[in-house]
T-cell receptor, first 111, second 114 residues
Framework: DAGITQSPRHKVTETGTPVTLRCHQT?????MYWYRQDPGHGLRLIHYSYGVKDTDKGEVSDGYSVSRSKTEDFLLTLESATSSQTSVYFC??????????FGDGTRLSIL | AQSVAQPEDQVNVAEGNPLTVKCTYSVSGNPYLFWYVQYPNRGLQFLLK??????LVKGSYGFEAEFNKSQTSFHLKKPSALVSDSALYFC????????????FGDGTTLTVKP
C-alpha cells in the first residue's frame, strides 16, 4: 500500500463533542482528500487539499473543517459531532492526474 | 459538473464466466476515468485508469476496461471471473482540467459464485 495512515481506526463518541481525524502520508503527494462512505451513497467528498494551507469544499462539507499545515498531514475536524456524521471516513492522496491511494478508513460512531 | 452512474447495485456471475461492471460518466471536458476495488474493512484499491490513448485499458488482476466516448461509458471487464474477484467496485471520473477532484459512482457489488 502507498504510505498513508489514518488515525484513529475506530472511535466512539457522544453527540456534541469535537472529533479530529488524522491522515498522514509519506509519499509527498500534493493532493489529499477526505471522504465519507455510507450505504447507498457510495463515496462522497467532504474536503480536499491541493497544497499546504490550500483546501476546498467537497459535496458534503457542512459540519466539517480541515487543516493542512504540513504536506504530510491532513486533519478533519467535526466541531460538534452529530449522529448523522456516524460513518466510515477515508483519506486519500494523489499526484496531479494520478489515481488516488486510500487509507484503510476510520469507523466513527456518534451516540 | 461531473458525475458517474453505476446502474447495477449488484452483479452475479459464475466462476469462469466473463464479467462486466457498467459505468457511464458525464464531464464537461476530457475525462480521466478510474476503476477501484474495495474489499471488506479496507480502503479502495486502484485497478486501472484511462487518460488518453487506446480505448482498451488493461489493469491489475486481469481486469480491463473499454472507453467509449460516444456512449460516455467505461465498463469494467474480465474474461474469466474468480471467486476472489468478489468485492465492491467503484468507477470514478475527473475532468482533465480539474487536476484534483474526482467523482465516484455509488459502487457495484460483484459476487462470483463457484
Amino acid at each position: 500500500d502507498a504510505g498513508i495512515t489514518q488515525s484513529p481506526r475506530h472511535k466512539v463518541t457522544e453527540t456534541g463533542t469535537p472529533v479530529t481525524l488524522r491522515c498522514h502520508q509519506t509519499e509527498n503527494h500534493r493532493y489529499m482528500y477526505w471522504y465519507r462512505q455510507d450505504p447507498g451513497h457510495g463515496l462522497r467528498l467532504i474536503h480536499y487539499s491541493y497544497g499546504v494551507k490550500d483546501t476546498d469544499k467537497g459535496e458534503v462539507s457542512d459540519g466539517y473543517s480541515v487543516s493542512r499545515s504540513k504536506t504530510e498531514d491532513f486533519l478533519l475536524t467535526l466541531e460538534s459531532a452529530t449522529s448523522s456524521q456516524t460513518s466510515v471516513y477515508f483519506c486519500a492522496i494523489s499526484g496531479a492526474g494520478e489515481p488516488q491511494h486510500f487509507g484503510d478508513g476510520t469507523r466513527l460512531s456518534i451516540l | 459538473a461531473q458525475s458517474v452512474a453505476q446502474p447495477e447495485d449488484q452483479v452475479n456471475v459464475a466462476e469462469g464466466n466473463p464479467l462486466t461492471v457498467k459505468c457511464t460518466y458525464s464531464v464537461s471536458g476530457n475525462p480521466y476515468l478510474f476503476w477501484y476495488v474495495q474489499y471488506p474493512n479496507r480502503g479502495l484499491q486502484f485497478l486501472l485508469k484511462y487518460i488518453t490513448g487506446d480505448n482498451l485499458v488493461k489493469g491489475s488482476y486481469g481486469f480491463e476496461a473499454e472507453f467509449n466516448k460516444s456512449q460516455t461509458s467505461f465498463h469494467l471487464k474480465k474474461p474469466s471471473a474468480l471467486v476472489s474477484d468478489s468485492a465492491l467496485y467503484f468507477c470514478a471520473v475527473r475532468d482533465a482540467t480539474n487536476a484534483g477532484k474526482s467523482t465516484f459512482g455509488d459502487g457495484t457489488t460483484l459476487t462470483v459464485k463457484p
